[in-house]
């Protein structure tokens, strides 16, 4: 269940404002029981909420991304035994990625990944890949921040009695705290989630990994081959090859990273919402009465606001650009194993069906991890893409596919995936106006310019 689904009231629905508290990452007051919260006073509101402002020297973005992390974890650690990768699963892959990166040498021209082989806990993956999460969402739930306290401002200009302005007066300080707890909740068990289902460190087609580094989950790779009755070595192979084709493009490709990181934050500074409409609306969800029932209620009603504002043409247009760069991504890596596999590794269709399935049915779309976000391109993008760089091959050999990425302003368009061709004939038009977010990202942090992403 996401933090956001109201829960079952049952007999107790003191028992339900508890689990809304501990969802939202706030601290449950043991003497709520004894108040009278259909009638509680702006005093008594500031005695139970003072806990929740942060500390001196915490911001409520730290207390966000904390939430973030322990809510991921407590997710995983919920669904059972969560080992470290056993010394023979590190021994197989580490035999796995060995003869991946010797077959891969005829496959592209992008450089072999040198770092050691990992086997990681769903835990491990959650932690290596935090830092990227954060940056890729921080822009957007800013935003979403800045928003609501607009809006809370301009509920409070609406006009209020002296009781209703006192109350608010009291809320007022605890806005951001609540939105990033509520945020941080959602979307740490989203991350969870997408932990359970991962087989690789960049499985889900986003550079989240620091180092280049072909890292598997042997547990979540169990999962797999034992449903579909397949070998446990062939699969690992199969899957290390198609990690180091990722590994291999994200380390040599270094824009793909700040070009998503840029796409993402132009996609923020393009959210608009209206504060009075915003107001209107948070006004009408509140509870005309303080009880454990209409708070538990009040959740659902509050996650919508945060988490559905409209969106403009142009932000539709930055996430078809997003898009089709994580398409073009994953259908690169495709053509790249179809590759290898044709050659190297017999029998190796059933296992690529096992995992185009198992990619449908585990997607960030359903884990929440990116609401408003659409970072998983469909897999109807992914075969144009796929086949984009199979004729791309076809036509140029493996040095013309992979010298496209070499400059972001060369990259086709999403109506370029059908027509590799016409991509291939078409004459240069100047400067692609949305490179100029990646230059203005690269003049604000050089560093990222120049790390392996």
């Known amino acids: 269940m996401f933090p956001f689904d109201p829960p079952d009231m049952g007999d107790d629905p ?3 404002l508890s689990k809304f508290l501990s969802d939202m990452g706030l601290p449950e007051d043991g003497d709520i029981h004894d108040a009278n919260v259909a009638n509680v006073s702006a005093d008594l509101l500031r005695s ?10 915490a911001s409520s973005t730290n207390i966000m991304w904390e939430t973030v992390r322990q809510m991921s974890r407590q997710y ?11 010394s023979r699963a590190l021994r197989q892959i580490s035999e796995a990625v060995h003869l991946g990166e010797l077959w891969m040498s005829e496959a592209t021209v992008f450089a072999p990944v040198t770092l050691t082989p990992l086997a990681w806990s769903r835990a491990d993956w959650i932690e290596a ?9 921080e822009p957007v739930i800013e935003k979403l921040s800045t928003a609501m306290a607009s809006a809370t401002a301009a509920e409070a200009s609406l006009g209020f009695d002296d009781e209703m302005a006192s109350l608010h007066s009291a809320l007022q300080p605890l806005m951001s705290s609540v939105i ?5 909740a959602h979307v740490g068990e989203g991350l969870g989630k997408v932990a359970t289902t991962t087989i690789a460190g960049t499985d889900v087609g986003l550079p989240l990994v620091s180092d280049p580094v072909v890292s598997l989950l042997p547990t979540n790779l169990a999962a797999i081959y034992q449903q579909d009755e397949l070998e446990e070595a062939d699969v690992i192979l199969y899957c ?30 393009e959210m608009t919402l209206d504060p009075e409409s915003l107001a209107v609306k948070l006004e009408n969800a509140l509870p005309e009465q303080f009880s454990a029932e209409s708070i538990v209620a009040f959740r659902a009603d509050f996650s919508s606001l945060l988490f559905t504002p409209d969106t403009t043409q142009e932000q539709q247009e930055i996430l078809q650009r997003l898009t089709t760069l994580l398409a073009l991504v994953e259908g690169w890596v495709d053509d790249v194993t179809t590759q290898v596999a044709r050659r190297w590794f017999p029998g190796w269709e059933p296992i ?24 998983n391109p469909s897999a109807k993008e992914v075969r144009q893409a796929s086949n984009f760089w199979q ?23 999403m109506e370029d995936l059908s027509d590799a061709e016409g991509f291939l004939n078409r004459p240069s038009d100047g400067e692609d106006p949305w490179n100029d977010e990646l230059r203005k990202f690269l003049d604000q942090d050089p560093e990222m310019g120049d790390a392996p992403q």
Do not use: C, N
């Open 76 to 86: 995983v650690a919920s669904l059972g035994p969560d080992p470290v990768g056993s």
């Open 391 to 413: 004729a791309i091959r076809e036509a140029k050999g493996v040095e013309g596919r992979d010298e496209i990425w070499r400059y972001p302003e060369s990259m086709p368009q």
């Open 48 to 57: 139970m909420m003072k806990r929740f402002v942060p500390s001196p020297g």
């Open 352 to 375: 690529a069906e096992s995992l185009r399935r198992h990619r449908a049915t585990s997607t960030l779309a359903g884990s929440g991890v990116t609401p408003m976000l659409r970072l």
């Open 240 to 269: 290390s090859v198609r990690e180091i084709a990722r590994q291999r493009l994200f380390h040599d490709v270094a824009w793909i990273s700040p070009h998503i990181i840029a796409l993402v934050q132009h996609y923020a500074r």
């Open 129 to 137: 890949t935090f830092p990227a999460w954060q940056k890729m969402l």
């Open 14 to 16: 003191m028992e339900a």
């Open 180 to 184: 990033s707890a509520t945020f941080g």
